[in-house]
């Protein structure tokens, strides 16, 4: 669940907000597939990488999460379980949460 909400995040942002400015990122929105092609976009249009304006260091960690989602999904489809320690769950989906915020908090569009 936790990847499919960042998924519908990203494409929400692209279509909803930076559109406004480019008209691109509203056709990214609609035709891009995968979560690592709509990060990037996202990315670009944000100016950096999830948290990066945030020197502390958890929010490393929270992006680390959050960028590692594709990889635990597929892990998760293809091969029954994930290689996240016991409890990390809440972790991710707390993680998750946090970049929907940081996504949709003004800044550079």
Same mark, same amino acid.
């Given at each position: 669940?936790?990847?499919?909400?960042?998924?519908?995040?990203?494409?929400?942002?692209?279509?909803?907000v930076?559109?406004?400015n480019?008209?691109?990122?509203? #056709?990214? *929105? =609609?035709?891009?597939?995968?979560?690592?092609?709509?990060?990037? +976009?996202v990315?670009?249009?944000?100016? !950096?990488?999830?948290?990066?304006?945030?020197?502390?260091?958890? #929010?490393? *960690? =929270?992006?680390?999460?959050?960028?590692?989602?594709?990889?635990? +999904?597929?892990?998760?489809?293809?091969? !029954?379980?994930?290689?996240?320690?016991?409890?990390?769950?809440?972790?991710? *989906?707390?993680?998750?949460?946090?970049?929907?915020?940081?996504?949709? +908090?003004?800044?550079?569009?």
């Amino acid at each position: 669940m936790a990847c499919a909400a960042w998924e519908i995040a990203l494409r929400e942002y692209l279509r909803s907000v930076t559109a406004k400015n480019n008209e691109g990122y509203k #056709r990214a *929105s =609609e035709t891009l597939h995968g979560i690592p092609k709509l990060y990037n +976009r996202v990315r670009i249009a944000k100016g !950096g990488p999830l948290f990066y304006e945030d020197p502390d260091a958890s #929010r490393e *960690s =929270e992006r680390d999460l959050v960028e590692r989602l594709p990889n635990l +999904r597929n892990q998760l489809l293809h091969e !029954g379980a994930t290689d996240l320690p016991e409890g990390s769950a809440e972790t991710l *989906s707390s993680a998750v949460l946090d970049a929907i915020d940081w996504l949709f +908090r003004k800044g550079p569009t």
